[in-house]
């Protein structure tokens, strides 16, 4: 069993930064990819980038390409640190972010994933 904790959301202007992390804690943790997702409001969740188990492996939506980027920490075998650093922060990036795991390869699908966190709001203000 994999928990997964996201943190680092909040308001931030159009232009700023944010970096969101995710906790992942038990099991084999370190085995596992972690992708991170956003639902808007009113919208369908997507995908916005992923990592593989060492980090050595990252991609990200075209969306967000050039903004955003991706980094893990492994140092601790029974908790991961995966990071999603944003840049350039739009209003249309406005949604809860979700981190999720699955052992594997890091996919682009959401229903590839197991493990979910609750979640984190990021507002980007106009």
């Known amino acids: 069993q994999v928990e997964l904790v996201e943190s680092g959301g909040g308001l931030e202007q159009a232009g700023g930064s944010l970096r969101l992390s995710c906790s992942a804690s038990?099991?084999?943790?370190?085995?596992?990819?972690v992708g991170w997702f956003r639902q808007a409001p009113g919208k369908e969740r997507e995908f916005v980038g992923a990592?593989?188990?060492?980090?050595?492996?990252?991609?990200?939506?075209d969306s967000v390409k050039g903004r955003f980027t991706i980094s893990r920490d492994n140092a601790k075998n029974t908790e991961n640190l995966v990071y999603l650093q944003m840049s350039s922060l739009r209003p249309e990036d406005t949604a809860v972010y979700s981190c999720?795991?699955?052992?594997?390869?890091?996919?682009?699908?959401?229903?590839?994933?197991?493990?979910w966190g609750q979640g984190t709001q990021v507002t980007v203000s106009s």
């Open positions: 038990g099991g084999r943790v370190s085995s596992y990819a």
């Open positions: 990592t593989s188990w060492n980090g050595g492996m990252t991609f990200l939506a």
């Open positions: 999720a795991a699955r052992l594997g390869a890091p996919k682009t699908e959401i229903h590839e994933y197991v493990y």
